[in-house]
């Protein structure tokens, strides 16, 4: 039988219950009772903790007691909140050299290789918009095309129209629109596109000519330009969208897969509905899985930075340089003005779903959600939707927003995604596939239909972190390759794409 609960440091103040425990449970190996009912994710006292004093799980501070705690006692919001303390950024002490796989050893997926020798993970065709005024055409063109495609095109995975919520009643310079047109960029070159039209209603502040011009993008047979008043109203339009899509997939269709290394994987790590395993079980498994990608060539994005702080310690000690351990400190100094301009709180954060699964407070959340980062050094730190360039383990700055979130790393050119839910997340994302990780095996048999892997057999005593990380690489492989995840079988990925809207909507 597994314990019945979880001690993740010596130095900690806290166990975690790994199922729910009754008022006077003796707790094995911790020589405690439980002074009343804990719930299976959360945390009890295993030393008395007086008022102001710190509480350490992960053998790191996740709060201070802000009434005493007796031993056995539940701790929770009731009596744990957040509080400054000084935390050292040690830039680069963890940095260490990696054991790189040798080119000829590295693990191998069946890629898609560009002619400019960029790698797919998936095949399709997509028609980005520029406005939310030419979203309902791009979604009629879409419509009319996806079923042929999918169905007479083997070889190419369907249509996407990238739709949105702006674009316009913003000005047409400056921050925010610079930052839409990063995001719109980095889609319609991204390598899992065969072909893409870029659609605009025509007066909008977010104009697709100067999409091209900033992107450095170049128009062709693969990448066209439309916009509806120029073309003469929305049948003509959507009478043209769908010429022009069918004029690229014969050139889409040859599109073949072949052996390539897992150097040319860009994953994003993302977790969504987390609970108090998270940190225990698929966030350290995922961080295993990416140790092994940044061996064999690969390359790992973390993001959500409001979900990294008081955590981020951990991550500039593990620097390969100075400079970009404080990139990301500046983006952390970034945020607190952000939230403090918007009288906002950066532990505003966990959210109900969190708390009830057993989070705390962001401090609690951060440090289980960094572990999705694996141990090897941070190459570098990334403005949101930058290409991503650097190979290794890397940051983008994101809000914690699951699909905010992600859509910054598509546009940087993630090509796979793993994403960790302990409550039950259901995210899906074109082009991108989206593989989805269980923190528990009661999730798992609950929602087995959107669940990709159980790394609950960890909480279960029946697997290692390191063994289940192995699991994860090798089924991140496999979906690369072409097998479906759970959210492609379900047809999901076509509402998620969300950038993040900065400045006054005017």
Known sequence: MPPITIRLNPNDTVVVARVDLMAGTDVPGEGIK?????????????KPVAVGEPIRKYGQIIGFATQPIAVGEHIHTHNCAIGSFDRDYAFGVDAHPTDFVPVE??????????PDGRVATRNYLGV?????????VARRIVALIDREVRENWPGIDGAVAITHGTGCGMASQGEPV????????GYARHPNFAGVLLLGLGCEANQVAAMVQSGGLKTGALLETMTIQESGGSS??????????????????????IPVSASHLTLALQCGGSDGYSGITANPALGAAVDLLVRHGGTAVLSETPEIYGAEHLLTRRAQSRKVGEKLIERIKWWEDYTAINRGSMDNNPSPGNKAGGLTTILEKSLGAVAKGGSTNLTDVYRYADPITAKGFVFMDTPGYDPVSATGQVAGGATMIC???GRGSVFGCKPTPSLKLATNSALYRRMTDDMDINCGPIADGDASVAEMGERIFQHVLKAAS???????????GDDEFQPWQLGAVM
Do not use: W, Y
Not at 34 to 46: E, M, N, R, W
Not at 128 to 136: I, P
């Open 34 to 46: 439980t002074v009343g009912f804990v719930p299976a994710g959360h945390k009890l006292a295993i």
């Open 105 to 114: 050893s590295q693990a191998t997926f069946q890629g898609i290789v560009r």
């Open 128 to 136: 980005v918009t520029s406005v939310n005024c030419s979203a309902t």
């Open 178 to 185: 610079d930052l839409l047109r990063r995001t719109l960029v």
């Open 236 to 257: 003509k339009t959507i009478e043209g969208g769908v010429a022009r899509l069918k004029a690229m997939l014969p050139e889409a269709a040859k599109a073949t897969r």
């Open 419 to 421: 994403f960790t839910t």
């Open 482 to 492: 072409g097998e479906p995840t759970k959210s492609e079988a379900l047809g999901f």
